[in-house]
Structure formats: structure tokens, C-alpha cells
């Protein structure tokens, strides 16, 4: 059942928080999860510093019965702890059952995660160390988790507009959240196979279970399993389409996570070969081993804020928006959209030369949230269809996409709401 709880967001605020975005400084560093000692017991955080290869010692010992839990809302300590249904584990410890699934929220100093088991979003505060759960609130509103792990989360990222995101095994969950004071959670359904995926499925169990997800500058979202297949999503239509296997890398080796480095290659880690690391070029899928400084720790998943550069998004779009900018009009004289700048919450798309045939329209504010989604048949030239936005829709910068049937794009272009 889909679940759905409200997104409250403010243009200005996503565009500051994009600037900050493009302005800081790309991590070093990613947080990695892995056993005391080598083995196959995911519950100790340690820090590998990318440039050297060098592994941290423990930072959290997720096993630790004397670890003081807080609610993330009261900020007041736990006290009470259930335990999940047909599972003998106690979740107290922070990494109850294991983790599997990490984001690093580096505007608010946390390290978002939920335990494999447990269907509770959990995050560390970086600074104290401390760590907060989720009390009285599931995850991913199924508790009882199946016994081939297919609504297990193992896929966790904060993605470019500033929200995390996380996928099931079996990717019939990709669920949303936001980060800072107010939780909020929504389950924007199932992933959708890309017609060009020629059989290749992000929901196969045997091939695309596991692994971990990076996320680009462009609103994509990018699945490596623990087969070493590689997909890439989009937030905005759930689309997935499969890039290909990862190149030169042993057969016994599982992606199980995943980083950025500030070179732009993604760093992956194995939880269950103990050899050296590999760093991937996501535009050719050639992977290269990666030095570690010291012992190979084998991990279940590699988390960092860095965004990969996908080429795709203007340098300084944000900062130009904030200067206000104006917006130059859409080259694409297929479609004409006017008027823009909209002043009574409707606008009108032209389409002069498209295709006959169906094609969706979306209209998403700065952060990515989908404020309109309105099928369309065209069937002759010189046709316009009237799109009305919610009155209580924000002043600011939107974008309309238009996408055909088989989900790709025909005609974006930046819209402004005074």
C-alpha cells in the first residue's frame, strides 16, 4: 500500500542548500561498516581515508548492550525496546541484525542507516556520537521481512535535492525521507524496468539484490549489486535502466558498497572477499584495484556525501538563480510553453512537431518533489493542453519535463512561478 505523509519544503531554501552543495568541498573519506575482526558480522563503523587507504579503528561499537539510545524526536533517552516479530535478537544495540544501508547527511552531521532487521530509520550525530532512533515509527511499513531478504534495505543515499533515499532488495520499495528536524517518510512505489533493458532486471533476485547506491548531480540515483550489475534510476519517473556488468573484476567479488571519491570514480567494497579494493569509471565500467594502506577490511557498506559529476547539470545554476538571473526561454521549438513567468498558477504547453502518441508531463519544484504528473495523447499538430499548478504552490523555480512512453525526456525547461 502506498504510503504518502506530506513534504514541506520552500524554494529559497533549496537553492541555498544547492549552492552549498556545489561549494563545498568533496569528502576524502567514506564510512564503512564491517566486522571486529574478518568475518561476517556487520556491526562496527570504522573511516577509510581514500587518499592513503588507511582504515580508522572503531568509531562505534554496534553491538555495544550499554550504548544509550535517544528518540529522534523527544531527544530523550530509550528505556524501552521491542523486539521485531520471529526474530530472537534484541534491538537495543544500534546495529541490532547488522547494517547494511548508510547515507551521510553532511548538512546536518549524520550518518542515516537501518539495520537489516529492523524496520526503523536510525542515525549517528557525528559530532557527539550519539545515536538517535526512529521510536514508534517503521521504516518501511513492513516489519516482518521475507525469508528471501527481498524487503530488506540495503540500498541508502542523500541524493542531490537534499532527501535520502533508499531501495529494497527487491526494488519494489524505493522510499524517500527528509533529513534535519521532522522526520517524514514516502514510498514512491516500485522501480520500472527500462523497455531497453533487453531482460535485465533490477528485480531479478539472482542478479540484482544487494550491493549499495550513489547518487548524481542530475536527480539520478545508481544501483550497484552484489553481482556487480549497475543500473541507473530516476528519482523523478522511477525508471531504471541497466548500464552493464562491472569490467575486470574477480568473479568472487561482491559489490556490497559503494562511494565517490573526489576524483569522480566510485570506490567498491566487498563484504565477502577479502581482497583489495576497486575503484569503477561509471562512464565505461572499467574497474581498477584500489591499494589498501594496512588490513582489508572487508565491509557491507561505504557511505560519503559526495555526489558523482554526471556532466549533464550547468556549473552555477543555482548561484544564477539566486542572483536572479532570468531564465532563458526553452530552444526546443517542438514545444512552446507560456506564459513564463506564470502568474495565475496555469500555464499552456504548445506542441508543434512531437509524435503522435502518449507522453507524460511533470512539473517538479527545485528539490525534486513532483507537483504535477498529467498524461497526454497527442494526436495532430498546433494541439496545447492547459497545465494548472496547486494555488498554494510556491513562488520560484520549477521544471517541466515531458517524457515519452518509453520514459525518456522530449522537452525539459525551467519554469517560474511569481
Not at 555495544?64 to 534491538?91: C, R
Not at 529494497?168 to 520500472?192: A, H, I, P, Y
Not at 565500467?285 to 591499494?291: F, G
Request: positive net charge; contains cysteine.
Amino acid at each position: 500500500m502506498r504510503k504518502s505523509l506530506p513534504f514541506y519544503a520552500f524554494a529559497i531554501t533549496s537553492i541555498l542548500f544547492a549552492t552549498t552543495l556545489a561549494a563545498q568541498v568533496a569528502d576524502k573519506f567514506a564510512y564503512a561498516v564491517t566486522d571486529i575482526q574478518q568475518g561476517y558480522n556487520w556491526n562496527y563503523l570504522r573511516k577509510i581515508d581514500l587518499r592513503t587507504g588507511k582504515f580508522t579503528g572503531i568509531l562505534l561499537n554496534g553491538n555495544d548492550l550499554n550504548q544509550v539510545a535517544y528518540d529522534a524526536t523527544s531527544k530523550q533517552e530509550i528505556t524501552s525496546f521491542a523486539n521485531p516479530k520471529g526474530m530472537g535478537f534484541n534491538t537495543k544495540p544500534a546495529f541490532s541484525s547488522g547494517v547494511a544501508a548508510m547515507a551521510l547527511d553532511k548538512k546536518n552531521n549524520r550518518l542515516y542507516y537501518t539495520p537489516m532487521f529492523i524496520d526503523q530509520l536510525r542515525y549517528i550525530d557525528l559530532k557527539t556520537m550519539k545515536v538517535f532512533y526512529t521510536a514508534g515509527q517503521e521504516f518501511s511499513g513492513r516489519p516482518q521481512k521475507s525469508p528471501d531478504q527481498g524487503n530488506i534495505i540495503t540500498r541508502m543515499v542523500i541524493a542531490s535535492d537534499g532527501y535520502g533515499y533508499a531501495v529494497t532488495n527487491d526494488g519494489t520499495q524505493l522510499l524517500r525521507f527528509t533529513t534535519g528536524k521532522k522526520l517524514l517518510v514516502e514510498d514512491l512505489g516500485s522501480l520500472v524496468d527500462d523497455q531497453s533493458n533487453n531482460g535485465v532486471s533490477i528485480h531479478n533476485a539472482c542478479s540484482s539484490y544487494g550491493g549499495d547506491v550513489i547518487a548524481d548531480d542530475d536527480g539520478n540515483l545508481y544501483i550497484f549489486t552484489a553481482r556487480n550489475l549497475v543500473f541507473r534510476v530516476s528519482t523523478t519517473t522511477k525508471v531504471t535502466a541497466f548500464l552493464g556488468t562491472i569490467k575486470n573484476i574477480p568473479p568472487t567479488f561482491t559489490v556490497n558498497g559503494a562511494a565517490v571519491t573526489e576524483d569522480n570514480k566510485i570506490i567498491v567494497s566487498s563484504a565477502m572477499a577479502a581482497s583489495s579494493y576497486f575503484t569503477v569509471d561509471l562512464k565505461t565500467l572499467a574497474a581498477t584495484p584500489y591499494a589498501i594502506n594496512g588490513t582489508v577490511w572487508q565491509s557491507s557498506d561505504l557511505a560519503n556525501s559526495n555526489l558523482y559529476i554526471s556532466g549533464n547539470k550547468p556549473i552555477g545554476t543555482a548561484i544564477e538563480l539566486m542572483k536572479g538571473t532570468a531564465i532563458p526561454a526553452a530552444t526546443d521549438s517542438r514545444v512552446i510553453l507560456f506564459p513564463n513567468p506564470v502568474t495565475n498558477n496555469q500555464f499552456t504547453l504548445q506542441f508543434n512537431a512531437l509524435e503522435a502518441g502518449n507522453y507524460t508531463i511533470f512539473v517538479t519544484d527545485v528539490t525534486g518533489r513532483q507537483m504535477v504528473r498529467q498524461a497526454l495523447t497527442i494526436g495532430s499538430e498546433n494541439q496545447s493542453q492547459s497545465i494548472n499548478l496547486d494555488k498554494a504552490a510556491a513562488k520560484g523555480v520549477y521544471m517541466v519535463n515531458i517524457t515519452d512512453k518509453e520514459s525518456r525526456s522530449v522537452f525539459s525547461t525551467k519554469l517560474v512561478v511569481q
